[in-house]
């Protein structure tokens, strides 16, 4: 589907090919604009000689830190799509057919507000906003960015819990070693929080929600998370 002359401006501006605005367009012809994101970068002191490590692949500017600010990286801005998602479109179905669609040509597609894609919740969310006629809901926001896998939006966002001394760089980490365990999606992120949703489960359920248990401290009862995982087959993580 071919573009607006609005929409081709749009995509010089973020640096976006334009072939990736119209295979959106053509999956869901929804309204499309830009997004700035800006975040402020720390480090721990055995991470400040890898500042490199703790940036994304693709972003607009990073104005480092000059004043030797303990802890302090400098400030990121990464620009973006934002794809805003009407709520009487099935919207599970089309963020999971954009993430397939995008990864592959180096675009990482996550929600900006924090939605529930989970089969039970997803059902009874559609039918109860059915039941109100859609004056309650709330629109779901895709936000699009370049990115080299699915690591760079915990680097975008810079997620963190730095009140559990827990750096973006430490949720990088964990974050691998539970790939190596299982396979899941990131589907929300922010500065504290996350959402999972897992493709396969961990082969031991419980050990897993021990681990989720010891890097989030806001969650305490690993057998509570394991009956959400596999009820839901997702997970939220918070350290706020």
């Known amino acids: 589907m071919s573009l607006s002359q609005s929409e081709k401006d749009l995509a010089a501006d973020i640096d976006f090919d334009e072939f990736i605005l119209e295979m959106i367009k053509q999956e869901c012809r929804v309204k499309m604009q830009k997004i700035l994101l800006e975040q402020e970068v720390y480090l721990k002191d055995s991470e400040l000689s890898c500042l490199n490590d703790v940036l994304p692949a693709y972003y607009l500017e990073f104005d480092q830190d ?10 990121l801005l990464v620009e973006g799509l934002s794809v805003i ?48 006629n859609y004056f309650s809901q709330t629109e779901l926001k895709i936000a699009v960015f370049k990115g080299e896998d699915i690591f760079d939006i915990v680097k975008v966002y810079q997620t963190n819990g730095w009140d559990y001394d827990i750096s973006p760089n ?68 918070t350290w706020d």
Do not use: M
């Open 66 to 75: 000059i004043y030797g600010v303990s802890n302090y990286g400098g400030n």
């Open 170 to 237: 430490d949720v990088i980490n964990k974050l691998r070693s539970w790939r190596e365990l299982c396979k899941f999606e990131i589907i929300f992120a922010n500065q504290s929080s996350l959402s999972i949703e897992f493709i396969q489960l961990p082969i031991d359920i419980i050990s897993f929600a021990q681990d989720i248990v010891e890097f989030c401290p806001n969650v305490r009862d690993p057998y509570l998370v394991a009956r959400q995982i596999e009820k839901y087959n997702s997970f939220y993580l």
């Open 85 to 132: 998602i009407p709520p009487y479109i099935d919207c599970r179905y089309i963020f999971f057919k954009l993430k397939h669609l995008l990864a592959p040509r180096g675009y990482l597609t996550i929600c900006e507000n924090r939605v529930s894609f989970t089969p039970e919740k997803y059902k009874l969310n559609r039918y109860i906003s059915r039941a109100l």
